[in-house]
T-cell receptor, first 107, second 113 residues
């Protein structure tokens, strides 16, 4: 598979704080960068995505930014809530998933 | 219909058994996928079907045999599995190419004994 590095692997934040997760890729060919949320025991669900012709996309409390020059894209969650606690995966080149970030939001 | 349906939800099979996992979607997606997910790990790509043709096989052992009978159905036939094949098997669908994100099924939790 393709090489995607995702950091951090675990992240704990206080409720109301922001969380940022970053993925770095090696192949410039991809033009689609999705993020998935997987709650414990459930299926991954697409939460936001971005295409290479756009630098940033927002949907309420979540946003994704893309830096094609530096080959990284990031997920930003603001005003975190306990229900944001889950594992978050970036995906690259359509098929390949990052290693995951376990986010815990502490009430 | 915006769902991907997988059956069965749970499966326990012996190493000499033959079983099949089934996946169905009615979203008009022409790309379908099988992923394997171990605990605390990301989904790992196994097979990609695009317009009902196998386009990617990620060097999966032949004891796993995919089949795409039509644009709505995807099967994974299992034979002579090993205990290390125990995992959550996820089916997903999407528009083909880099056209959009996946809709995942809820998975089949497979245990090989």
């Amino acid at each position: 598979g393709e090489n995607v590095e995702q950091h951090p692997s675990t992240l704990s934040v206080q409720e109301g704080d922001s969380a940022v997760i970053k993925c770095t890729y090696s192949d410039s060919a991809s033009n689609y960068f999705p993020w998935y949320k997987q709650e414990l025991g459930k299926r991954p669900q697409l939460i936001i995505d971005i295409r290479s012709n756009v630098g940033e996309k927002k949907d309420q409390r979540i946003a994704v930014t893309l830096n094609k020059t530096a080959k990284h894209f990031s997920l930003h969650i603001t005003e975190t809530q306990p229900e944001d606690s889950a594992v978050y995966f970036c995906a690259f080149n359509q098929f390949y998933f990052g290693t995951g970030t376990s986010l815990t939001v502490i009430p | 219909d915006t769902e991907v349906t997988q059956t069965p939800k749970h499966l326990v099979m012996g190493m000499t058994n033959k079983k099949s996992l089934k996946c169905e979607q009615h979203m008009g997606h022409r790309a379908m996928y099988w992923y394997k997910q171990k605990a605390k790990k990301p989904p790992e790509l196994m097979f990609v079907y695009s317009y009902e043709k196998l386009s990617i096989n990620e060097s999966v052992p032949s004891r796993f045999s995919p089949e795409c009978p039509n644009s709505s159905l995807l099967n994974l036939h299992l034979h002579a599995l090993q205990p290390e094949d125990s995992a959550l098997y996820l089916c997903a669908s999407s528009r083909p190419g880099q056209g959009g994100g996946y809709t995942f099924g809820s998975g089949t939790r497979l245990t090989v004994v």
